[in-house]
């Protein structure tokens, strides 16, 4: 299993990014996504999921209204959409799966990527 995340970067306030995780290893389109994050000197938290279809989703009330996860389950694919950044959306950005196969649940993280808004 691999998650391998990108798009981050530095941005100031009030500017967007788009992430993307890239998964391979495990059948995508039957397994829920998370984005987390974890800012300087903070635990980390979840941003947003999303179910294996698409149909559902969940955010951080932070981040509710300025935050879209979406998926292309064609591309093995989820994306974190940020608009309207803030200083305290600084963070290592993480991608998340748990996958369940027979009775062995795991969880995988992907290495992260750094997201800087600084004006």
């Known amino acids: 299993v691999q998650l391998v995340e990108s798009g981050g970067g530095l941005v100031q306030p009030g500017g967007s990014l788009r992430l993307s995780c890239a998964a391979s290893g495990f059948t995508f389109r039957t397994f829920g996504m998370r984005w987390y994050r974890r800012a300087p000197g903070k635990e980390r938290e979840l941003v947003a999921g999303?179910?294996?279809?698409?149909?559902?989703?969940v955010y951080a009330d932070s981040v509710k209204g300025r935050f879209t996860i979406s998926r292309d389950n064609a591309n093995n694919t989820v994306y974190l959409q940020m608009n309207s950044l803030k200083p305290e959306d600084t963070a290592v950005y993480y991608c998340?799966?748990?996958?369940?196969?027979?009775?062995?649940?795991?969880?995988?993280w992907g290495q992260g990527t750094q997201v800087t808004v600084s004006s």
């Open positions: 999303i179910s294996s279809a698409g149909d559902s989703t």
């Open positions: 998340q799966t748990v996958l369940t196969v027979g009775g062995d649940v795991r969880t995988y």
